[in-house]
C-alpha cells in the first residue's frame, strides 16, 4: 500500500482529486489532506507518508517551503508539484529539494493517475535500496565485531603513535604479527566519493563504511599474497598499508604497482575510484606517525588535480610559487580588446600553471584572486561604468573558495569572466571607441620608444591606417601624433616638476632620440624651455 498525502489551499481542488482518483486500484491510500505547507509538515512528522503531491501558492508555508523541509528531513518521501502557468519556471527550480514531477494545472485526473504510478515505481526503488542498506549495514556491523578491527586499532594507535609502541607490539604479537622490516612506509587509500570533494546525501554516507570494508579486503588479499605488510582501517573510510622492506632495492617500484593493483580492483568491482598516497620511508617504528602524515597530506592534491590519484613520496613533487604576472598581462590585454578566443586560451593556460604547480587548496585560491582582481583592473581601464560589473562579484571570493575542487571554483570564476566580457562588449557598443580607447592605452604604455609610430598602433588593432586616423580623431579630438607628443610633454613636466634629472636624460625618458628637438617641441608646446620650466616649477 502507497500512502498519499495531498497539499492544496483550494478545497474543490482537493475534493475533486480525491473523489475523482480510484485510489484502491491503484492499492493507494489518501492517508491525508491538507490545506497549506504549515500543516503538511505537521502532518508528516506524525503519520508515514510515501507520496506527496503539493501545490505551489499557499498560505503559512508554499510548496516550495514544504518541499525543502521534506528534503531536508524526509528525504524517503517522493514530492509531486502542482504549479499555475506563471509559477512553472520558479517550480522548476525545486529541483535542488529533489522533487520527482511537475504538473501544470489543471490537472486531469487521468494525467494525476500516470504520474502516480511513476512515482509508485520510484517508491519500490527506495524501499529495495532501503533494504540493501539494512543488508549491507547489517554485514559491516558483524565486520566490526570480528578481529579484524582489534587489529586495524591497534596498527592505527601505534602509527600515529597515541599508545606506548611497546604495549603496541605485544597486542600484535598476540595476533601473531611481527614488525621486523630495516625500513617501513606508510599508504593512505581514501574513497574519493566520501572524501569530502563532493556533496553526499545521507544514503552515500551510510554505504561509506560498507565501500571501506571492502577496500579493506581487497588491498588486504593483494598485501598478504605479496608479503609486503600489514592492511588496517583507519576511521570509517580509510584503509591504510604498513608496508615494511624485507626485499630487494627493487621493493620501493614494487610498492606502488601493488597499491595500483589494488586501485584498478577496487574499480573493477565496485565501479569506485579511491585515491592513494604512499609516505617517505622510515628507518624505525617510532616515525611511522611522520610517514602517515606525509601521505596524508599528499592526498590534498585532489582539490587541485582531481581524484583516482596514486603518489608516491619518494618521487620528486615539488610545490613552487609561480609567477601569473606576465600571464595575467596578456590575459587582461585579451579581455579589454574582446579578443575572446585568446582570452579564454590565456585563462586556461593560468589554471594549468596553478595546478602543475601542486599548491595547496588557499594559494591555489589566492592564484584564482589574481584572475578575478585581473578582470576587474581590465574592466576599470576600459570603461568609468566598472560599477555594472562589480555588482555582479558581491560573494564571489567566498564562493569560490567554498568550492570541494580547483575545477568546480575555476567554473566560477570562468562565469564571472564571461560576465565581464559581456558588460565591456555591452558598454563599448561602438567598435570605434573601443579601439580608441585601446590606442591610447597604448600610447600611455609605450610613449617612452623614440620609434612609436601610427604603423605600430594599427598593427597592435590590426586596422588600416587611414580608418584608424579617421576613428581616432572622431573620437579624441585630436589626431595620434598629437595625443603622443601631449603624452610626451606631460610626463616631462613631472620629471621636470619632480627629479633633478639633465634636459636630455628626460628627453630619452619621454621617447625623444634628439634633446635638441625634444627642447624646440617643448618650447612650442608650453611657450618655454625645458630649463625655464623647471626654474619655475621644480618642487
Not at 492544496?8 to 484502491?24: F, M, S, T
Not at 598478504?224 to 617500484?253: D, H
Not at 596524508?296 to 592534491?301: F, G, R, T
Not at 627629479?499 to 625634444?518: C, L, P, Q, S, W
Request: glycine residues 4%; proline residues 1%.
Amino acid at each position: 500500500m502507497y500512502r498519499i498525502l495531498l497539499v492544496d489551499d483550494e478545497i474543490l481542488v482537493r475534493d475533486a482529486i480525491k473523489e475523482n482518483i480510484d485510489w484502491k486500484s491503484m492499492d493507494c491510500e489518501l492517508v491525508g489532506d491538507c490545506e497549506n505547507g504549515k500543516q503538511a509538515a505537521e502532518f508528516v512528522q506524525e503519520h508515514p507518508v510515501d507520496i506527496v503531491l503539493t501545490d505551489i501558492l499557499m498560505p503559512y508555508m508554499d510548496g516550495m517551503e514544504l518541499s525543502h523541509f521534506l528534503h531536508d528531513n524526509y528525504p524517503d518521501v517522493v514530492i509531486v508539484v502542482f504549479s499555475g502557468f506563471g509559477e512553472f519556471e520558479y517550480a522548476k527550480k525545486a529541483i535542488q529539494y529533489g522533487v520527482s514531477e511537475y504538473l501544470l494545472k489543471p490537472v486531469t485526473a487521468m494525467e494525476l493517475t500516470g504520474v502516480i504510478q511513476k512515482m509508485k515505481e520510484k517508491v519500490d526503488q527506495i524501499r529495495k535500496e532501503k533494504r540493501k542498506m539494512e543488508s549491507l549495514t547489517r554485514t559491516s556491523e558483524n565486520y566490526r565485531a570480528n578481529a579484524q578491527i582489534i587489529r586495524s586499532k591497534t596498527l592505527e594507535a601505534l602509527v600515529n603513535c597515541t599508545v606506548d609502541i611497546q604495549k603496541s607490539l605485544a597486542k600484535l604479537e598476540e595476533m601473531g604479527i611481527t614488525l621486523s622490516g630495516c625500513g617501513y612506509r606508510v599508504a593512505v587509500f581514501d574513497i574519493d566519493l566520501y572524501s569530502g570533494m563532493y556533496q553526499i546525501d545521507m544514503e552515500k554516507r551510510q554505504e561509506s563504511a560498507l565501500m571501506a570494508f571492502v577496500l579493506f579486503n581487497i588491498s588486504d588479499e593483494i598485501v598478504t599474497r605479496e608479503n609486503a605488510g600489514i592492511v588496517y582501517q583507519e576511521g570509517n573510510n580509510r584503509v591504510c598499508v604498513l608496508f615494511q622492506e624485507k626485499w630487494s632495492r627493487n621493493f620501493n617500484g614494487r610498492i606502488k604497482e601493488i597499491c595500483g593493483e589494488i586501485q584498478a580492483e577496487l574499480h573493477k568491482v565496485m565501479g569506485t575510484e579511491v585515491s592513494m598516497a604512499i609516505g617517505k620511508w622510515v628507518k624505525n617504528l617510532e616515525e611511522l606517525s611522520a610517514s602517515h602524515d606525509n601521505a596524508v597530506s599528499a592526498l590534498q592534491y585532489r582539490y587541485l588535480i582531481g581524484g583516482n590519484l596514486l603518489i608516491d613520496m619518494e618521487e620528486k613533487h615539488p610545490v613552487q610559487d609561480i609567477d601569473l604576472r606576465e600571464s595575467l598581462d596578456k590575459f587582461k590585454e585579451a579581455l579589454k580588446s574582446g579578443r575572446k578566443s585568446e582570452m579564454e586560451e590565456k585563462l586556461y593556460s593560468i589554471e594549468e600553471k596553478i595546478k602543475q604547480s601542486l599548491a595547496d587548496k588557499s594559494r591555489a585560491c589566492m592564484y584564482l584572486q589574481q584572475i578575478i582582481r585581473a578582470a576587474d583592473t581590465a574592466g576599470e581601464e576600459v570603461s568609468p561604468d566598472i560599477h555594472r560589473i562589480r555588482e555582479e562579484r558581491s560573494n564571489l571570493l567566498i564562493q569560490v573558495t567554498e568550492q570541494k575542487s580547483f575545477a568546480k571554483a575555476c567554473e566560477i570564476v570562468h562565469e564571472y569572466i564571461m560576465q565581464v566580457y559581456d558588460a565591456l562588449t555591452e558598454l563599448n557598443t561602438s567598435s570605434g571607441e573601443r579601439q580608441a580607447r585601446m590606442a591610447l592605452d597604448y600610447i600611455q604604455k609605450n610613449y617612452m620608444d623614440p620609434n612609436l609610430s601610427l604603423n605600430d598602433i594599427c598593427s597592435y588593432l590590426n586596422i588600416s591606417t587611414s580608418y584608424f586616423s579617421t576613428i581616432f580623431k572622431e573620437m579624441t579630438g585630436e589626431t595620434f601624433t598629437e595625443v603622443l607628443i601631449r603624452t610626451r610633454m606631460d610626463k616631462a613636466k613631472e620629471l621636470l616638476e619632480n627629479t633633478m634629472m639633465k634636459n636630455y636624460e628626460i628627453a630619452e625618458r619621454v621617447g625623444f632620440a634628439d634633446a635638441h628637438y625634444f627642447g624646440i617641441s617643448f618650447k612650442k608646446m608650453t611657450g618655454c624651455t625645458p630649463t625655464e620650466y623647471a626654474r619655475e616649477n621644480r618642487r
